[in-house]
């Protein structure tokens, strides 16, 4: 009985050295990755950043971003002592809260978790039940400070210019030549429904609510309904009503710029696909125009019509228009090239014109990728607008970089995020209904 021996039976040998040139490969490709990070490393000066950071800094825009605080301020220039939210002057309290007793000279602050500060002269003393008594005078020379005995805890900074003690993230007492300050932190976004000064303000939504409904009106010139509304929508420190218009003007740009794109790309593709344009040079041509729209960011695009036409969100839209234009041209050749001809040529055969035959023969095939990639776009948009704003192109971003880049208003900062992500969620559903509409005919 003969073995067939034409096929070649591999070795024992031959398998080990194929597995050990496997690892070497893995080893190699995984050294790569490492001396690849190290050199990133020592590049971008990793350990320079991680030194640099400022945890405590970090901590304290979180904090501001969801709580609000009290400035209760003493002008050792002319003696007057201001509590106000923020310390904004429009926020000012004309009767102390509960927490500030304030006698004559004496100011006695309660700031919560035992901490006290008095506020006496140009002195203020404050009782801090983990360390003791600390007693700062600011005088015309700087401040002096008279600490407890024991080592200084990490929350309080003494100089001869300043003393800053910070016990905790609710509490603050900072001292200098110029004046005595207090803060008391409260979580919460203040006056959010409200301006400080509207008399809705000390309401409760109840109250408000059945304010509505009262025939009694509190402006005689306008409805109660109409007065909590306007309130509200121009509210000058949360700004609602111009946060909405920013809004839309975001929505716009993505809308129109996606939908500019999609409509000017589809005809374009039709140029660029092969099985539709015979002439070489024709294709060639259309598809450098589509490398070259989608090549430049859609940034740099902004920027370049920010010159051009100035500030405005028709700026962000042209942007969005000129780089979906090159993306979504693309695609939809890919997917003209990709269709079944038998369906084309079934309409042909019924004696259809040239134009007929792309509405019933060519479309039904690449609605669906039309549909889909064009919503997909609209919902990635809803994003990129908010960027391209920040660049000056309007809408939400600018509202947002200039809230920023005051580095006090981070409740408004927090706010402005909130209301993109929930846009940017609502595009998404919405997105995905319509898709689901348009394509398999029903909602779910």
Not at 1 to 25: F, L
Not at 131 to 150: M, N, Q, W
Not at 374 to 401: K, Q
Request: proline share 4%; hydrophobic share 45%.
């Amino acid at each position: 009985m003969s073995m067939d021996t034409g096929e070649a039976v591999p070795t024992r040998g031959r398998i080990a050295r194929a597995v050990r040139m496997q690892s070497r490969i893995g080893f190699a490709m995984l050294a790569g990755v490492l001396v690849y990070l190290a050199y990133a490393w020592f590049a971008f000066d990793v350990s320079g950043l991680i030194a640099s950071a400022r945890p405590e800094r970090a901590a304290l825009l979180a904090t501001d971003a969801v709580a609000h605080k009290v400035h209760v301020e003493k002008s050792l220039r002319f003696g007057d002592v201001v509590i106000a939210v923020e310390g904004e002057r429009t926020a000012t309290y004309k009767t102390p809260p509960e927490w500030v007793d304030i006698d004559g000279e004496r100011v006695r602050v309660d700031m919560g978790d035992g901490y006290t500060a008095l506020i006496e002269g140009r002195t203020v003393v404050l009782d801090a039940p983990d360390y003791g008594r600390i007693r700062v005078t600011a005088t015309k020379d700087g401040v002096e400070t008279e600490l407890p005995s024991g080592e200084q805890p990490d929350w309080l900074r003494a100089t001869d210019a300043k003393f800053d003690a910070r016990p905790s993230l609710a509490q603050r007492v900072q001292v200098s030549r110029a004046k005595i300050e207090v803060h008391r932190y409260f979580l919460g976004w203040e006056n959010f429904f409200f301006p400080f000064d509207s008399p809705l303000a000390a309401l409760s939504f109840g109250e408000v609510t059945d304010l509505v409904f009262d025939d009694r009106r509190l402006n005689p010139e306008i409805s109660n309904a109409t007065l909590v509304f306007r309130s509200f929508w121009e509210n000058p420190d949360w700004q609602h009503g111009n946060v909405f218009v920013a809004l839309l003007e975001t929505l716009l740009m993505a809308v129109l710029g996606t939908f500019t794109a999609a409509f000017v790309g589809l005809p374009l593709a039709f140029l660029a696909a092969r099985n539709f344009t015979p002439s070489g040079a024709l294709r060639f041509f259309v598809r450098r125009v589509f490398d070259f729209l989608r090549g430049i960011d859609m940034l740099i695009w902004s920027l370049i019509f920010i010159r051009a036409f100035g500030l405005g969100p028709l700026t962000g839209a042209l942007a969005i228009a000129f780089t979906d234009t090159g993306s979504l041209g693309k695609l939809f050749s890919e997917a003209l090239e990709n269709i079944d001809r038998k369906q084309v040529e079934g309409v042909n055969a019924t004696g259809a014109s040239k134009l007929q035959t792309y509405r019933f023969g060519v479309i039904p095939q690449i609605l669906p990728i039309f549909v889909s990639q064009g919503l997909y776009y609209l919902e990635s948009n809803t994003r990129s607008a908010t960027v391209i704003g920040a660049l000056g192109a309007g809408g939400i971003g600018l509202m947002l970089v200039e809230t920023m880049r005051t580095s006090r208003d981070w409740e408004n900062t927090l706010y402005i995020i909130i209301l993109t992500i929930l846009l940017v969620i609502a595009m998404d559903n919405l997105s995905g209904l319509l898709r689901r509409r348009l394509i398999q005919g029903k909602p779910d």
